[in-house]
Nanobody, 124 residues
């Protein structure tokens, strides 16, 4: 199995940027498809983006596309999420997750391992 620890969250003004990291330990990081999810207060956890071991990425539709960029460094066992042009609606706890599936899934139920989350707050 794999253990995941997120970092990089914080408070930022609207229009600003943050880069989240997710450090993985345990089984070979490169064997997992990795994903980012987020959960705002009172809302369901929603898919943000996912990436294969080779760097092929999939993004949620609409508002996040073009502002968020997922990447990974297999040598460092680390997943990233670069978030630009942040909006107050992006305020949420952001989670990284790992799955053994080969095609990046968008459903949270298809991810096997989760981090504890990192809080992102965007002020207007």
């Amino acid at each position: 199995q794999v253990q995941l620890v997120e970092s990089g969250g914080g408070l930022v003004q609207a229009g600003g940027s943050l880069k989240l990291s997710c450090a993985a330990s345990g089984r070979t990081f490169s064997s997992y498809v990795m994903g980012w999810f987020r959960q705002a207060p009172g809302k369901e956890r929603e898919f943000v983006a996912a990436i294969t071991w080779s760097g092929l990425s999939l993004y949620s539709a609409d508002s996040m596309k073009g502002r968020f960029t997922i990447s990974r460094d297999n040598a460092k066992n680390t997943l990233y999420l670069q978030m630009d042009s942040l909006k107050p609606d992006d305020t949420a706890v952001y989670y990284c997750a790992a799955t053994t599936q080969r095609i990046p899934p968008t459903s949270r139920s298809q991810y096997n391992y989760w981090g504890q989350g990192t809080q992102v707050a965007v002020s207007s």
